[in-house]
């Protein structure tokens, strides 16, 4: 998501955002990052376009990234997006939030109600007690289930020079989690990661057989700037700052 304080009337349409969509078919062994700068570039260039003017902050949400690789994403990845900044404009200095997002975990919450357990209401967030110490990062109930357990979704801030505060945060990713215009609730994710899967969908469908592909591509993906890459596709959303 990309907001810009030096233009107040940014264009956005009447979902209060105008998408930006890009789809890359990325090499096997290919660096991810790669892919990334280059549509973070592009994206950029874009909202220049429709707003004559280049976004003050910049927020990412990147999904497919496990405990394993934060290392990878602190030290290589956010480094590497920065540089794409100066690719746009050498006196371009937006300020940054990076936020990975995991849904296959093992944690589970539930709401006690007299003897028994059930699950908790969507918009439960716990940021404490069973987090991580020595990390920003919480835990969201967004979506309704009708059977089974829930599974909450984990949220990990990498990166922020933006300065929201926890509560902001939440708040805005607990939101993004109401735009997903398929479906009539929440979902598990903001809706731009959900945008980004679908559309990687549908590429994956139509070039069924591309060359170059590796089957291991379907299962990996990423989240940008309010989008998310899977198969390296990016969906982009520009969104006045209505979280805070």
Known sequence: MLNSTKRKNSQVNQYGGIPYLRA???E?????????????????NHYLKVNGTLPDKIIIYRDGVGDGQLKLVNDYEIPQLQVCFSLVDATYKPKLMYVVVQKRINTRIFKKLNNSLENPPPGTI???????????DFLIVSQYVTQGTVTPTHYIVMHDSIGMTPDQCQRLTYKLCHLYYNWPGTVRVPAPCQYAHKLAYLVNADNHGHQGVSSACDKQSCMIGGGSILLCQLFLTFLTPWWM
């Open 24 to 26: 890359v078919f990325q």
């Open 28 to 44: 096997p062994g290919q660096e991810i990052v790669d892919s990334l700068k280059a549509c973070l570039v592009q994206a950029l």
């Open 126 to 136: 716990v940021d404490h007690d069973i987090t991580r110490r020595n990390w920003y």
